[in-house]
């Protein structure tokens, strides 16, 4: 079911870099765990970023730590994306998912509200 919806996407040069966006959208429950996963052409699932909102601490996979960021603005009720250094592989849909689970966040792919992705292209 789409709840989350992303914005933010589109075409940058390698090297650069891309803010995504995340809106709750229908999504009105108490999120405990935020995340990014992105699909790319011919390749899995791919978890990158969880934010563990109760806890307040970060994860993110080996591919791309050190190079995305994921924020939260409370206030805006917003989490985002921050993609630097980015590479023609990083190229594909990139999705927002979103977990009330109490407690330590499983992986984000688990994660039961999701959005219709935004794509991203990097030549």
């Known amino acids: 079911h789409v709840q989350l919806v992303e914005s933010g996407g589109g075409s940058v040069q390698a090297g650069g870099s891309l803010t995504l966006s995340c809106a709750a959208g229908r999504y009105t429950y108490k999120r405990n765990c935020m995340g990014w996963f992105r699909q790319r052409p011919g390749k899995d699932r791919e978890g990158l970023a969880v934010?563990?909102?109760?806890?307040?601490?970060?994860t993110y996979a080996d591919s791309v730590k050190g190079r995305f960021i994921i924020t939260r603005d409370k206030a805006k009720d917003l989490v985002y994306l921050q993609m630097n250094g980015l590479q023609p592989e990083d190229t594909g849909m990139y999705y927002c998912?979103?977990?009330?689970?109490?407690?330590?966040?499983?992986?984000?792919?688990?994660?039961?509200?999701r959005g219709q992705g935004t794509q991203v292209t990097v030549s």
């Open positions: 998912a979103a977990d009330q689970l109490y407690g330590t966040c499983r992986d984000v792919l688990d994660f039961p509200a």
């Open positions: 934010l563990w909102i109760g806890g307040a601490t970060t």
